[in-house]
């Protein structure tokens, strides 16, 4: 291959982008449309499902996204019996001393465990959901290896304006929206690279073999942890450096749409109906989405701290 062919092959290459949806696939009926035509299409991305199901209906979900590349899909149902049956097994292959260990993450309080032993909220749901994609990219190696981005998030998220463009966004960081963090890292979306995926996806793996226990307790409001407090402790251990694009998305569904914490509501703004569940995420995308249509570029809307960039 002579030099102009290789360069040519390589920047192919560099633009090679999945959308990994992950989670539930909730609201997709309202959203489908819009993830197809502002996240999926212009990042000319291929498409991994790897989701907890719901009901009989999902299959039928997916099958809207029929006309995109699909590369992979996963419907998982530990979810069902809130993940007795994996951490049962996972109990019977570790030792007393180490049941003792784990026992250490209960004592912690907040939603940062939701999802199990009647826990509220959805942090464990999270850690799951990531824990089953890096399962499957791993297993999927020759598949996984062909990406240089991949775009993780969900399908409840509807978007005002186009996803920034991937070659503005630099490979050595994960890139987060702003907004909704919690004293963390919101958790709602994330673009990662082939180098960075894997430590954004390992909450629950580092949980599993203990190395969790290093750095968790460092990061508690009294004795109480959320997920974006997680996220960001173990993205922190993991050495991992975070940037933001300007938040043009929010969550929405309808009175059908399951919850694991906050209900849906509406808002008029401007005229315009919306359907939300967090109503800052709603009017920071609104601004955001008025301030893009004067810069009409990311370029303005991208930012990585002087500390970050050295």
């Not at 004592?107 to 940062?112: K, L, P, V």
């Amino acid at each position: 291959m002579d030099d102009n062919k290789l360069a040519n092959h390589i920047t192919v290459a560099e633009q090679r982008s999945v959308v990994c949806l992950v989670g539930t696939l909730r609201a997709v009926d309202l959203t489908y449309k819009n993830l197809i035509e502002k996240v999926i299409q212009p990042l000319n991305a291929d498409l991994i499902f790897c989701v907890s199901r719901m009901n009989y209906e999902d299959e039928a979900m997916i099958n809207k996204f029929k006309n995109c590349n699909i590369v992979d899909v996963c419907i998982y149902e530990e979810a069902k019996d809130s993940y007795q049956d994996f951490l049962h097994s996972f109990f019977s292959q570790i030792t007393p001393e180490n049941r003792t260990e784990w026992g250490k993450y209960f004592e912690i309080e907040g939603n940062w465990l939701g999802g199990i032993e009647g826990r509220r909220g959805s942090g464990f749901h999270l850690n799951f959901n990531y824990y089953k994609l890096l399962e499957r990219l791993r297993s999927f190696q020759k598949i996984s290896s062909e990406y240089q981005k991949f775009v993780i998030t969900r399908t409840d998220l509807f978007w005002l304006v186009e996803h920034p463009p991937l070659n503005l966004l630099n490979s050595n960081f994960i890139w987060i929206p702003t907004g909704e963090n919690y004293n963390g890292y919101n958790d709602r979306h994330a673009v990662c690279s082939n180098q960075n995926v894997s430590d954004y996806l390992s909450l629950l793996e580092l949980m599993l073999n203990f190395k969790a226990l290093e750095y968790i307790y460092n990061n508690l409001d009294e004795n109480n942890l959320n997920h974006e407090r997680h996220l960001k402790s173990h993205l922190d251990y993991c050495g991992v450096k975070v940037a933001n694009f300007k938040n043009v998305a929010y969550l929405t569904g309808d009175k059908q749409t399951l919850t694991n914490w906050a209900p849906v509501k509406t808002k008029n703004v401007d005229g315009v109906e919306y359907a939300y569940k967090y109503e800052q995420e709603l009017l920071s995308s609104l601004e955001n989405m008025k301030e893009f249509a004067i810069h009409k570029t990311w370029d303005k809307m991208i930012f990585v701290t002087d500390k970050e960039s050295n």
